[in-house]
C-alpha cells in the first residue's frame, strides 16, 4: 500500500487491474479532456509507462481502492510533466465515472499531496487541467492549490489550453 484516507487506500495497479483501468481509458466522457477514449493499443503504452514509472522512479499514477468493497475506483497519483520548459511533479486524477461526485477524488489527490510533500520530500506540487475541465479544477481548488499559469499543450495534433494548478509545502 502506498498511502490511505478515511475511505480510500491507493496502491500500485497491476496487470489484473487492467480491465478497470481501460473502462476509465475508455470511457468518452470521462475522457473529453484527452479528446476522446482510448483506442487499445494506447490503454495498452499507458499500461506500460506506469509500469515503467514504477520501476525506474518509485511512483506514477497509483489504483485508488475503495476499503469497504476492495473496488477499484480510479487512479490517482504522482507524475513528472513538461511545463513551458519546466519538470513539475503532478498529482493526476482519472475515476470511473460510477464514482463520481462522491468526494473520493479529492480524497485521494489530498493523500498524493501529503505524499508528495512528506516522503518525497517535493515544495510544490501542480495539478495540470485543460481549460474545459472544470470538474478536475474543483479537485485542484479543493486540494488548496491555486491557478498559476496558463498555457497551450499540443495534445494529438490539437492545441489545447491549459492552466496549471499548483500548491506549496508550507
Ligand atoms: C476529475 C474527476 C476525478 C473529478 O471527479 P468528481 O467526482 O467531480 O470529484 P470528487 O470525487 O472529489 O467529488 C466531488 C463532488 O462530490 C461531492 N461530495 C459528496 N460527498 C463528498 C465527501 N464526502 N467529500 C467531498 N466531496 C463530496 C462534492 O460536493 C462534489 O460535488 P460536485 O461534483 O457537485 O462538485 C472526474 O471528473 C474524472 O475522473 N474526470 C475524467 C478524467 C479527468 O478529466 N481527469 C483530470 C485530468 S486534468
Known sequence: MITETKRLYLREITQADYAVIAKILQDDDAMFAYNGAFSDEEVAQWFDNLMTQYQTRGFSLWAVVLKETDQVVGQCGLTLQQVQGETVTE??????????????????????????????????????IRDNNLASMN????????????????????????????????
Open 139 to 170: 479537485v485542484a481548488i479543493r486540494n488548496g492549490m491555486t491557478v498559476r499559469t496558463k498555457f497551450i499543450k499540443t495534445y494529438k495534433g490539437i492545441e489545447m489550453p491549459h492552466f496549471t494548478f499548483a500548491v506549496d509545502k508550507s
Open 91 to 128: 498529482i493526476g486524477y482519472l475515476f470511473n465515472r460510477d464514482y463520481w461526485h462522491q468526494g473520493y477524488a479529492i480524497e485521494a489527490a489530498q493523500a498524493c499531496k501529503t505524499y508528495a510533500f512528506d516522503i518525497l520530500g517535493i515544495e510544490r506540487v501542480f495539478s495540470i
